[in-house]
């Protein structure tokens, strides 16, 4: 049996790779997909405790966190949309006009 | 029903108001004549039915609804007509619906919209004054002495496009006031003491007290009444508004500045006799300042050039008169001058204004003369009412000026007495003056006046166009108006034409009614028939009848003699001797100036109370508290957010990932703050 502890090491990895993604990534899908890593590191975490602890709370919580994701996959990609018909880039920086 | 009263002068007002400016002149004054009318009609009603019921119990009462309940405050909008309110609807329907007519010819060439302005105005006036004398509580009555204020303001600034109207309105709007504040504090106090305001009860709770020997409440309560009758009613402190009322259109002068609203402090201490007769030291002030105002007004009245102020200041002092003798506690004789003073005073207004509508807005005394032969219903009809303000024997004034004299006499207060005779030669002088100065002797030349108003002859036609068929003297009817001019008041058109035309019929009529009126309105008082009605209104009657026949009779042979050389004096001086009266005003060139000046009260009052003012709100309060610390916090909150906000702006980038690096930091600092060991 894989102990709590690599689960817990597999998902900080996973974490680790999906944030530097949102930070050096310079386009937008890239950076949606990078926040999907992210949550499903997190869901990593939430299915191992509740593994270890022997309880089903763990696995509740994915089902809403998958819920949520793929809620926020389909408005986020549908903005994404809408800003590329806007400017034609992907590019986060060519969406900074809304400042002081 | 009491109700329809006023609600019928409302409803002309509303009507004028909503749609006057659509309809005609004719309907306008219809509308406004007629709810005058019906309202006549229903007083008079109203009044028959009064006097059908047994003396004790001679009240009528309407309970329209319940106004204010909080607590154990509990004022109903009650009218109530007694013998004393009955007097006053009948002086103010009926003068007013004469006044009303009358106007119709008056303001005829104003323009349609002005027209049924001028109306509806006039119309809400006798609404908030019928209001004001059928109310049953101080509350009610408030309501009609506030819109009655209102109603001045809004006539005396008619012409508002004259710079000196608007100010004369501004001015009896600002002096009411100071009366206002006090006669609301005169309220508050009877309701702390009383613990109602209505006029009954608290007459029924002071009654079985003994008049206060000091000074307590009861006399602080009716002092401060009597500081809003001095506003309202034009008495030394606050008369200083009604001289300059004049600037309103002289119907309104004779309505409101002469016959009815000025008579409402008056009134108002008939209405709370029994109050006032438990306080002697008010009364003794009011019996001194009624007294006072009468003499000083009367001075000033002699010297006075224009035909209106005069008039004005003779209501100053008449209403001094009536102020006397509610001080004497001869609340009846009061009342009798007042309601006589309605008749002839409105008529002598009417009539100068008959005068100033011929003149084309001549208003200046030492600019007319020889008027005589060619307006004369209207020298006949203002002679009448002269006549009967001077107190000759036979008239109106006679019978009331008569009675408050005697009833000082009698009441031992001689010195009150003496001043007030020698007021009554006073008037008997600048009355006539008037009389001789408009009507005799030779026409003044005229000042310069190049356009004759021969284009306003259509104007001129439509006002006198009607006379040519009735009773009037054939100089008057056909072609022969060449004078006219747009506007009293405004006009300043000389008279180039030979034949100037007397009162329209509308005019004609009102005059010859208040004529008739001021020969007989003194018979009602007859064997004491006036005072006996009012009695329920006064009960119990203050006065104890010693009427020492002998003594009665003398007093009036007195006052007859009065009157009768202060024509004399006039005649001497405005008729036979027009020099001597100059050489007197030299003489005397340090009192003449003084008087002309109207004893520089105003001059006094600007530099005491005007200025100081207006160099506080200037200096303190403009210059300082508004501009410094007012607007000074309201920039300054602005200012230090503006600020904050410059630096804050900074953060917001528009960086996407400038946020998600600051978030990611964030959480990296709270989750390190609360997992370091």
């Known amino acids: ?100 | 029903m009491l109700l329809l009263i006023p609600l019928l002068p409302l409803l002309g007002f509303l009507v004028n108001a909503s749609f006057g400016k659509r309809v005609s002149k004719a309907a306008a004054g219809a509308v406004a004549c007629g709810a005058m009318l019906a309202s006549f009609a229903v007083a008079v009603w109203s009044v028959a039915r009064l006097v059908q019921l047994e003396p004790e119990s001679r009240a009528i009462v309407d309970q329209i609804y319940s106004w204010i309940t909080s607590g154990d405050f509990r004022a109903d909008f009650t009218l109530r007509l007694d013998p004393l309110s009955a007097v006053m609807i009948l002086v103010v329907t009926g003068i007013g619906s004469l006044i009303h007519v009358y106007s119709t010819a008056y303001m005829h060439e104003e323009t349609d919209a002005e027209y049924a302005r001028y109306f509806s105005y006039l119309n809400l006036f006798a609404a908030f004054m019928l209001v004001l004398v059928l109310g049953a509580n101080f509350l009610v009555m408030f309501v009609g002495w506030e819109g009655v204020g209102l109603c001045s303001y809004l006539l005396i600034g008619f012409w508002f496009q004259k710079k000196s109207a608007s100010d004369a309105g501004k001015k009896a709007f600002i002096v009411n006031r100071v009366g206002d504040w006090g006669f609301v504090l005169g309220v508050l106090l009877a309701f702390v003491r009383f613990g109602t305001v209505d006029f009954q009860e608290i007459a029924r709770a002071v009654a079985p007290m003994s008049p206060e020997a000091g000074f307590g409440t009861v006399s602080a309560i009716t002092l401060l009444l009597f500081v809003g009758a001095t506003g309202k009613s034009a008495q030394i402190p606050l008369y200083v508004w009604l001289p300059d009322a004049m600037e309103g259109p002289t119907p309104v002068s004779a309505l409101i500045h002469a016959a009815t609203m000025v008579t409402a402090g008056v009134y108002m201490i008939g209405r709370n006799a029994v109050l006032f007769g438990h306080a002697p030291q008010t009364l003794t002030v009011v019996a001194v300042i009624g007294t006072a105002t009468a003499l000083m007004a009367g001075t000033i009245g002699l010297v006075q050039n224009d035909i209106k102020r005069v008039l004005a200041y003779s209501t100053v002092s008449q209403l001094g008169y009536m102020f006397l003798a509610m001080g004497v506690g001869a609340y009846a004789a009061g009342i009798f001058h007042l309601y006589t003073h309605a008749f002839f005073k409105a008529l002598l207004f009417l009539g100068s204004g008959a005068v100033i509508h011929a003149l084309a807005g001549e208003q200046d005394l030492r600019r007319m003369g020889g008027l005589k032969s060619q307006l004369p219903i209207t020298y006949w009809t203002f002679l009448i009412g002269a006549i009967a303000i001077a107190g000759v024997p036979g008239l109106a004034g006679f019978f009331s000026k008569d009675e408050i004299l005697f009833r000082t006499f009698a009441g031992g207060h001689l010195i009150l007495w003496t001043v007030g005779i020698l007021t009554s030669l006073l008037t008997a002088v600048y009355m006539f003056r008037v009389v001789f100065l408009t009507f005799h002797g030779p026409r003044a030349p005229e000042p310069v006046g190049p356009e004759h108003a021969e284009e306003k002859e259509p104007a001129a036609h439509a006002v006198a166009g009607p006379a040519a068929t009735g009773t009037h003297p054939p100089q008057q009817s056909g072609p022969t108006h060449q004078v006219h001019s747009t506007h009293p008041g405004r006009g300043a058109h000389g008279s180039g034409g030979a034949h100037l035309h007397d009162a329209p019929p509308a005019m004609a009529l009102a005059l010859i009614v208040l004529a008739i009126g001021s020969v007989l309105a003194g018979y009602v008082s007859l064997g004491g028939r006036f005072e006996h009605f009012l009695e329920p209104s006064f009960a119990p009657q203050p006065v104890a009848e010693v009427a020492d026949q002998g003594l009665e009779l003398t007093l009036m042979v007195v006052s007859s003699l009065v009157a009768v050389a202060g024509i004399a004096v006039a005649a001497y001086f405005f008729v036979k001797n027009r020099r001597a009266a100059d050489r007197v005003a030299e003489q005397f060139a340090g009192a003449h100036r003084v008087l002309e000046h109207k004893y520089y009260v105003d001059e006094i009052y600007d530099a005491t109370v005007v200025e100081p003012i207006r160099m506080t709100s200037e200096n303190a309060l403009w210059k300082v508290i508004d501009v410094r610390v007012i607007d000074g916090a309201v920039n300054g909150v602005a200012e230090t957010v503006g600020g904050a906000s410059e630096l804050l702006r900074r953060l917001q980038t528009g960086s996407v990932r400038a946020y998600a690096a600051s978030l990611f930091l964030g959480v990296v600092l709270i989750l390190g703050y609360y997992l370091w060991p």
């Open chain 1, 1 to 100: 049996m894989v102990p709590l502890n690599h689960y817990l090491i597999l998902s900080a990895i996973l974490f680790t790779i999906g944030t530097a993604g949102v930070f050096v990534r310079r386009n937008l899908i890239t950076i949606l997909l990078s926040v999907e890593i992210m949550l499903n590191a997190v869901n990593l975490t939430f299915v191992a405790f509740g593994r270890a602890l022997g309880s089903a709370d763990g696995q509740i919580i994915v089902f809403f966190v998958m819920t949520v994701a793929a809620a926020e996959a389909a408005v986020g990609l549908a903005i994404v949309i809408a800003l590329f018909r806007h400017r034609e880039s992907l590019n986060p920086e060519s969406f900074a006009s809304l400042k002081w």
